[in-house]
């Protein structure tokens, strides 16, 4: 792990918004294929010792991801995650929210804007979460902290090995 690599996670209450921004030691195609691919977000987009299992995925506007993360004793914690604008390997955005098995909404949820660049081989993402409720922010936001930060760190560990099976396919 390159601890030289930015990652920042900001609240701002007031907004009722987090700001998270985290560099990759990556390419940009990769980076945007682990946000964007059914088999490899349900990798690393679960934190540990939960694992993340996509029902369905249309990485497409107006299409959508229905996953679940699911706990080692097999319990499942639902999400929808609606596409609503995509620009291609620079950013996308979804409404998420969680759900029961049988895609019915628990509202409110909450808009997630996703922005990619690339600079001198590393991939920054900034991702900016809106919540359209605070008393739903306020409930989600110490195991959201703990959860996404463990995401990201299981992200960075799956696009090492990424990294090094394109160089060992390019040699």
């Known amino acids: ?36 691919k059914k088999e490899l977000l349900d990798q690393w987009s679960a934190p540990a010792p939960m694992r993340a299992r996509t029902k369905y995925m249309n990485f497409e506007v107006g299409g959508a991801r229905f996953y679940a993360m699911v706990s080692p004793d097999g319990q499942e914690r639902w999400a929808l995650q609606r596409y609503t ?42 991702i900016v979460v809106f919540n359209e409720s605070f008393d739903r922010m306020e409930k989600l936001l110490d195991g959201f902290t703990a959860g996404f930060k463990m995401t990201l760190i299981n992200l960075e560990d799956l696009l090492v090995t990424l990294s090094q099976k394109s160089k060992k396919l390019n040699n």
């Open 85 to 126: 604008s995509i620009t291609p390997k620079t950013n996308f955005k979804i409404y998420n929210a969680f759900s029961d098995k049988d895609e019915n909404l628990e509202l409110p949820g909450s808009e997630w804007n996703y922005n990619f660049t690339e600079q001198n081989d590393i991939t920054q993402v900034t």
């Open 1 to 36: 792990m390159n601890s030289n690599l930015l990652f920042d996670f900001t609240v701002d209450k007031a907004a009722k918004t987090v700001f998270i921004t985290r560099e990759f030691n990556a390419e940009l195609a990769l980076v945007w294929d682990a946000f964007t």
